[in-house]
T-cell receptor, first 114, second 111 residues
Framework: DGGITQSPKYLFRKEGQNVTLSCEQN?????MYWYRQDPGQGLRLIYY???????QKGDIAEGYSVSREKKESFPLTVTSAQKNPTAFYLC?????????????FGPGTRLTVL | QKEVEQDPGPLSVPEGAIVSLNCTYS??????FMWYRQYSRKGPELLMY????GNKEDGRFTAQVDKSSKYISLFIRDSQPSDSATYLC???????????FGAGTRLAVHP
């Protein structure tokens, strides 16, 4: 059963802590993305990766970091430098075949800073 | 000005109504347009995908793109309570190599 998994579903963080959100896909997609969703603002791109061992900053990369050591995995770290990290985080992937700009999304992780 | 503008709603309609959801965009380089549906606390799922101007129909859903006015629409016929969700429009340009999303419109269909 192909798809994208994100874990955990809910995450609580104390101020000053770094946390890592997991994203795994078994769709054999080359490209993966991280978005942040806040009420009334739609999805904003944090980081994206077109290929293993390469990634680019999106529109709101400050306070976040990523790695892409494996094709299937694209973890996102929310660092203590991110001033307002409470949000819903969505991971997506897209493939090189057919409509390669069509993105498939995971179920999301809701991060709350206490 | 945002590159893709979408009225956040909320939009409330009775069951069976025709729903019209709309977005405007500013960049004429956008070539591909998509509509995603997002249920509460879930990830978005692709609903419709269109390229350039014209209409595309899939069951009760019709996506419409008018590139001359930079206007994209999603029509839902015979709306059902299960259609209650947030609908996100998105536009893509190969030159930018990323999707630009609207803010999303929250739709409620009541029995």
């Amino acid at each position: 059963d192909g798809g994208i998994t994100q874990s955990p579903k809910y995450l609580f963080r104390k101020e000053g802590q770094n946390v890592t959100l997991s994203c795994e896909q078994n769709l054999n997609h080359d490209a993966m993305y991280w978005y942040r969703q806040d009420p009334g603002q739609g999805l904003r791109l944090i980081y994206y990766s077109q290929i293993v061992n390469d990634f680019q900053k999106g529109d709101i990369a400050e306070g976040y970091s990523v790695s892409r050591e494996k094709k299937e995995s694209f973890p996102l770290t929310v660092t203590s430098a991110q001033k307002n990290p409470t949000a819903f985080y969505l991971c997506a992937s897209s493939g090189p075949w057919g409509r390669n700009n069509e993105q498939f999304f995971g179920p999301g992780t809701r991060l709350t800073v206490l | 000005q945002k590159e893709v503008e979408q009225d956040p709603g909320p939009l409330s309609v009775p069951e069976g109504a025709i729903v019209s959801l709309n977005c405007t965009y500013s960049n004429s380089a956008f070539q591909y347009f998509m509509w995603y549906r997002q249920y509460s606390r879930k990830g978005p799922e692709l609903l419709m995908y269109t390229y350039s101007s014209g209409n595309k129909e899939d069951g009760r859903f019709t996506a419409q793109v008018d590139k001359s006015s930079k206007y994209i629409s999603l029509f839902i016929r015979d709306s059902q309570p299960s259609d209650s969700a947030t609908y996100l429009c998105a536009a893509y340009s190969g030159g930018y190599n990323k999707l630009i999303f609207g803010a999303g419109t929250r739709l409620a269909v009541h029995p």
